[in-house]
């Protein structure tokens, strides 16, 4: 079996304070994982993203890069190969503006410590793609880096470039007649959109007024969704490339990173000869991000997380291993299973995996939110008064639990009836906790379009963030204007969606989840005001009480009524 550590967007030099500490963590993590599996790993594969910007002082981010290999040595236990490939962040100022440049990729190129190899920057070769040398990881596949960031015009871009002729060089390469190895592809950009970001709305508040101001207010106009980062940040080529790499005839694992999601697709062939392709993303193992946009130093993150390969001759393993880094989810690693398939020639069979990770048990026995929607004084608003409540689970430790308060622009959030400053880190205890969020959700589709520019989905939602994994996770929504509500709930992390049952109790809407994972959000989503009449209807009993009922009417033999009531 082979082993392999997959990091991805490491964003060093990225100037967050908190970034040493995320890279002692990632160290510690990679230590625990490899002595878990109690054997050594074989390679370590970097996707790009391996530096924050391309105008960083060089010798500070060749020295950032050599401590960190050192310690991920150290916690290897043993010295193992490398194989790396930039990313956008690696080319450009802060990843998206241009132009395109290579001095910081080859000066790291031409100084990567021993055993480290770089791929993109090969004394100006116009190659994109490489088979790396066998000589370097000893292992019973094909391993091909692809240089995804060529992207030499434009001043604004995250995306790049995949060009078929490259991988045809390669297969030719490879050739059909040596051993009937998997080919792994390592590269940066995505070839199919990722969960969540593909909607994400550029994140432009580190930059120029200018730059902000053109982004949010010009590009759209210009361009559909143009302040979206999708549209920006995929790679021209992807589908030829992926239809070059069913082409190769063998069973195919891409690597890639870019948008620090951890997930998993598999892509058969349709066609007689060609090769199942299996695509694996990883997560930041540098950075943390936040679950909401509007972020606060406490508020909750995605942990950062690197995937663990095992890649056996008849099939594939892949871990995700998301690690604590601060307080007490120091030393902490979930992981969570990604992908596993068996391997038959060139196919891939793909047998699915369990939901969500494998945790030690709940932190907290209930987390439960009671909102009541209140018509608000600003026009096509609701005001939310939010009741929070959470018991602790008597055999795990309690955590300390912030909420981070961020109503809609426009709107407020008031504690004990005074105003706060927002993003509000409110602190929960296990006495009931109650606030309000003036104008905290939208009551008419037309309000909703107004203040989202017009590119706004016609329904409104309450949700709640349960921080910490728990016995059982409720939400409740009283006075929603209509009986078409359904329920959501939506891992942060990896992007994967389950639609929920609901309840009903005495005016009340309810969703419940049991032994709910860390950084899940619960919703309630229902057809906004003004575009309720145009839903579609479909009669369905709307928890297992009343399907149960529904059930049993139908079971009931039809009785002809004679006369008046009680006579017959």
């Not at 010798?59 to 194989?83: D, I, K, Y």
Request: with cysteine.
């Amino acid at each position: 079996m082979s082993v392999l550590f997959h990091l991805s967007d490491l964003h060093l030099g990225a100037g967050r304070g908190e970034q040493p500490e995320i890279l002692d963590a990632l160290a510690a993590a990679v230590a625990r994982e490899r002595a878990q599996r109690g054997r050594n790993v074989d390679l370590v594969v970097i996707s790009g993203d391996v530096f924050e910007s391309a105008a960083l002082d060089m010798p500070h981010a060749l020295s950032a890069f050599c401590r960190l290999h050192e310690a991920l040595t150290e916690a290897l236990g043993a010295p193992t190969p490398f194989a790396v490939v930039p990313g956008n962040h690696d080319r450009r100022v802060g990843g998206l503006v241009g132009p395109h440049r290579s001095e910081l990729w080859s000066a790291f190129a031409a100084n990567a410590p021993r055993g480290v190899f770089v791929h993109g920057a090969l004394d100006g070769s116009p190659f994109l793609a490489r088979v790396v040398p066998h000589t370097l990881h000893r292992q019973p596949f094909w391993l091909v880096a692809y240089d995804s960031t060529f992207l030499p015009r434009g001043l604004l871009g995250a995306g790049g470039t995949l060009r078929r002729e490259d991988l045809l060089h390669v297969a030719a390469q490879i050739g059909r007649h040596q051993p009937d190895w998997p080919i792994l592809v390592l590269l940066h950009h995505h070839l199919v959109p990722t969960p969540l970001t593909d909607t994400d709305p550029i994140d432009a508040g580190e930059r120029s007024s200018l730059v902000r101001w053109g982004v949010t207010e010009v590009l759209p106009r210009l361009l559909a969704h143009a302040d979206h980062e999708e549209w920006m940040m995929t790679a021209l080529g992807a589908g030829s490339a992926l239809t070059a790499l069913h082409d190769l005839g063998r069973a195919v694992l891409v690597l890639h990173g870019h948008k620090h999601n951890a997930t998993a697709r598999s892509l058969d062939a349709t066609v007689a000869a060609q090769g199942d392709v299996l695509i694996a993303s990883a997560g930041s193992a540098g950075t943390a991000s936040s679950v909401r946009r509007a972020a606060t130093h406490r508020s909750a993150r995605v942990w950062p997380s690197f995937n663990v390969v095992e890649l056996e001759p008849d099939s594939v393993a892949i871990e995700t291993a998301a690690f604590g880094w601060k307080g007490r989810s120091r030393g902490e690693v979930e992981t969570t299973p990604l992908v596993w398939a068996a391997r038959s020639g060139s196919q891939w069979r793909v047998v699915p995996v369990p939901r969500g990770p494998r945790e030690r048990g709940p932190k907290l026995a209930a987390d439960v939110m009671s909102v009541r929607l209140e018509r608000s004084r600003r026009p096509g608003r609701w005001d939310l008064a939010i009741e929070r409540r959470l018991t602790p689970d008597l055999d795990a430790r309690v955590p300390h639990y912030v909420e981070t308060l961020a109503p809609l622009a426009g709107g407020a959030a008031f504690v004990r009836g005074i105003a706060v400053d927002t993003p509000h880190d409110l602190s929960l205890g296990f006495e009931p906790t109650r606030y309000l969020l003036e104008a905290g959700a939208y009551r008419t589709h037309a309000e909703a379009l107004r203040s989202q520019r017009g590119n706004a989905a016609p329904y409104g939602h309450v949700e709640l963030l349960v921080r910490y994994r728990c016995a059982r996770a409720e939400l409740r929504a009283i006075g929603l204007p209509t009986r078409d509500v359904f329920a959501s709930a939506t891992d942060a992390g990896s992007g994967q969606q389950t639609v929920l049952p609901i309840e009903r109790d005495d005016g009340a809407v309810i969703v419940r989840l049991e032994d709910c994972p860390a950084r899940t959000v619960l919703r309630l989503h229902w057809p906004l005001e003004d575009v309720a009449a145009a839903a579609p209807k479909l009669d369905v009993p709307t928890s297992p009480r009343a399907f149960a009922r529904a059930r049993a009417r139908r079971r009931e033999p039809r009785r002809l009524a004679v006369g008046a009531r009680g006579h017959g």
